[in-house]
């Protein structure tokens, strides 16, 4: 995609600065989510560990389905 328009005054096209702003916001996304998954997978091994010491000294603990 380039970023010339002939019908405009400026000649800059209008698809490519919502293309540029796109490509910005996937990428922030992504590193979002990335960073979520992160912090999810340290939580759920937390979580596990937890359980595991629950269990050895025979504590019940709600079960989750």
């Given at each position: 995609?380039?970023?010339?328009?002939?019908?405009?005054?400026?000649?800059?096209c209008?698809?490519?600065?919502?293309?540029?702003?796109?490509?910005?916001?996937?990428?922030?996304?992504?590193?979002?989510?990335?960073?979520?998954?992160?912090?999810?997978?340290?939580?759920?091994?937390?979580?596990?560990?937890?359980?595991?010491?629950?269990?050895?000294?025979?504590?019940?603990?709600?079960?989750?389905?």
């Amino acid at each position: 995609m380039l970023n010339y328009c002939a019908f405009s005054k400026d000649h800059k096209c209008m698809k490519w600065t919502e293309y540029q702003i796109m490509l910005q916001e996937v990428e922030e996304a992504d590193e979002t989510c990335h960073g979520n998954w992160i912090e999810i997978q340290n939580q759920y091994e937390y979580i596990q560990k937890l359980q595991a010491i629950l269990e050895d000294h025979g504590i019940d603990y709600p079960k989750i389905l």
